[in-house]
């Protein structure tokens, strides 16, 4: 089942609510196969995760955020160093970002959901995401 890529109901709810945090808010990115998720995820789950060599259950953390409000297109979006991890044999066809941070009204709530077109593998290498350029009309998050 694919995935349906963008952000989620309940991160929508949480950011208008004040509950996530950009800037000081831990966030990560785990890799799943077949997992079906989109709008409706509520939240980190280990369901349908990818698991292999050099990857754990949970993901990677993300670093590097860069949040930017771009007037003259009357855009905010956020993004963040892409992630990768070395020496990994996994495989994946979606990944989700969710915020570690937050506990409630979700814990771990889902933020986004990415769908890569097909499996996407390495074999004792490295497994690298490649995020969008960091702009008003391609950043991985954007609200308009």
């Known amino acids: 089942m694919a995935a349906t890529t963008g952000v989620t109901n309940n991160f929508r709810r949480d950011l208008l609510n004040g ?13 799943y196969n077949n997992a079906g998720h989109g709008p409706t995820t509520a939240a980190y789950s280990t369901s349908n995760e990818s698991s292999g060599t050099n990857y754990s259950a ?44 937050v506990s409630a009204p979700t814990a771990n709530v889902a933020c986004s959901v990415h769908d890569f077109n097909g499996e996407k593998s390495s074999s004792a290498g490295t497994f690298q995401i490649i995020f969008p350029a960091a702009a008003y009309n391609t950043a991985i998050i954007r609200l308009a």
């Not at 509950?19 to 890799?31: E, G, Q, S, V």
């Not at 855009?75 to 991890?85: G, H, I, L, Q, R």
């Open 19 to 31: 509950d996530i945090d950009f800037a000081a808010d831990t966030f990560k990115i785990a890799l």
């Open 58 to 101: 949970g993901g990677t953390t993300l670093s590097g955020v860069s949040i930017t409000v771009d007037a003259s297109n009357n855009v905010a979006y956020v993004d963040w160093s892409d992630p990768s991890w070395s020496t990994a044999t996994v495989t994946a066809d979606e990944a989700l970002i969710y915020d570690d941070t």
